[in-house]
């Protein structure tokens, strides 16, 4: 969709801002610009929208060379975000979510009612928020309205510059989760550059790794976590990426333990061979768990003894969401249930397993940690 091809930008007075740069965005992915200040970002990005020229190299959208494109037209299919928002302080909420629409030759009461349905979509009520004005909005409502706005003209291409950079990290954390969920409904391809590589790991689907006007690494997020390419990049994502690799890394079902399986209606008593087992209902859905000791010596059935279990989770959350559940709950396993409405049960996740799925994420550091465990062996069998 978005393809870079050996660019350079050399500003008048000698800085070059990027050096031969060569990266392609697939439609439809997220990929996030990080690397600490002045080493390119925002240079790459204004590129795109022809904002900035190269100086050198060719950058292509959906095949076409940009610098062959009329910069109106190529901006019409590519929305801008900015930290600094710029909405129009004289304008309503409404009214500045439906401007380029509008502009666009939408007639106004359909730019409004999209824009309204825009603005929902961004978590803001239209009906509480439409008719205010820029400065009677917080700093991250007025972020919303930012992204609402560049959504409008429904581009199929998303730029966006530390857009929740002026925000408290608390807010910042809630923009960022529902820009996650906004962008798994409108699916669309985007440059998002920040300097925080937290929030890049968060939200890229793969994240390039800048410095000093290069990519050092472009890759998935456990990747860049797991295998930094570069002493550089193992600098920058940090001495905690192992802590962070918890956040980017999902439980997948390949991961999960069986444990025994009991059913409510089943008749007690019943002797188990191991501590506990979980117990079913009927339609196979999560219930709760029973200890081997009631199991044993219970009467009646499965379901007068059993107990609720409060630490699950459906597949495909983080292992640092896993990680923490067992916390909260002081549990030595967690329960994984199918991510459908159904609930049904899939299998428990314990330490070990969480530890072989965090091994897992990424091929090569497994062999590293491999590596390490036989060394540490070694050492403890001396
Ligand atoms: N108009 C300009 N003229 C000369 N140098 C420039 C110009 N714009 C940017 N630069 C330089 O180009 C380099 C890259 O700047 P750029 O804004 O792309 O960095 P960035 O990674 O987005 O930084 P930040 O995170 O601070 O926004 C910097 O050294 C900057 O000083």
Redesign the pocket.
């Known amino acids: 969709m978005i393809r870079f091809e050996n660019v350079t930008?050399r500003?008048?007075?000698g800085?070059t801002?990027?050096d031969d740069l060569s990266f392609e965005v697939a439609e439809g992915e997220l990929v996030t610009l990080v690397?600490?200040?002045?080493?390119?970002?925002?240079?790459?990005?204004?590129m795109v929208n022809r904002l900035i020229e190269p100086t050198e190299g060719r950058i292509y959208l959906d095949g076409q060379d940009i610098a062959e494109t009329d910069p109106v037209q190529l901006r019409r299919r590519i929305g801008y975000v900015i930290q600094q928002v710029g909405l129009f302080p004289h304008k309503t909420v409404l009214d500045n979510t439906a401007t380029v629409p509008h502009l666009l030759g939408v007639p106004r009461a359909q730019a409004r009612a999209r824009a309204a349905e825009l603005l929902d979509l961004v978590g803001l009520d239209p009906a509480t928020y439409g008719d205010r004005y820029p400065d009677q909005l917080s700093g991250g409502q007025r972020q919303r309205v930012g992204v609402a706005r560049a959504l409008a003209a429904d581009p199929p291409v998303l730029l966006m510059?530390?857009p929740f950079g002026a925000v408290d990290p608390v807010v910042r954390e809630r923009l960022q989760n529902e820009f996650l969920r906004l962008q798994s409904q409108v699916r669309k391809t985007i440059l998002f550059?920040t300097?925080d590589i937290e929030e890049a790991v968060r939200l890229g689907d793969r994240i390039a790794v800048?410095g000093n006007?290069r990519i050092e690494q472009f890759d998935a997020p456990a990747a860049v976590l797991g295998a930094p390419a570069t002493p550089y990049v193992a600098d920058f994502v940090g001495a905690d990426r192992g802590l962070k690799r918890l956040s980017v890394t999902r439980i997948e079902s390949g991961d999960l333990e069986q444990p025994p399986v009991v059913h409510l209606d089943d008749p007690l008593p019943r002797p188990l061979d191991s501590r506990w087992a979980v117990v079913l209902d009927q339609e196979e859905n999560l219930h709760g768990w029973i200890s081997s000791e009631q199991a044993a010596h219970g009467k009646g059935r499965v379901r007068d003894h059993a107990r609720r279990m409060e630490a699950w989770l459906p597949v495909g959350a983080s292992l640092k969401q896993a990680f923490a559940t067992m916390l909260q709950h002081d549990a030595g396993w967690i329960a994984v249930i199918d991510a459908a409405e159904t609930g049904r049960f899939l299998g428990v996740l314990t330490p070990a397993t969480l530890h072989e799925a965090l091994r897992r994420s990424t091929a090569a550091d497994a062999q590293d940690i491999a590596r390490t465990d036989v060394e540490l062996e070694t050492v403890s069998s001396r």
Request: net charge neutral.
């Open positions: 930008k500003y008048a007075d800085t801002a990027v690397g600490p200040s002045g080493c390119g970002k925002t240079t790459t990005m204004k510059d530390e550059v300097h800048y006007g």
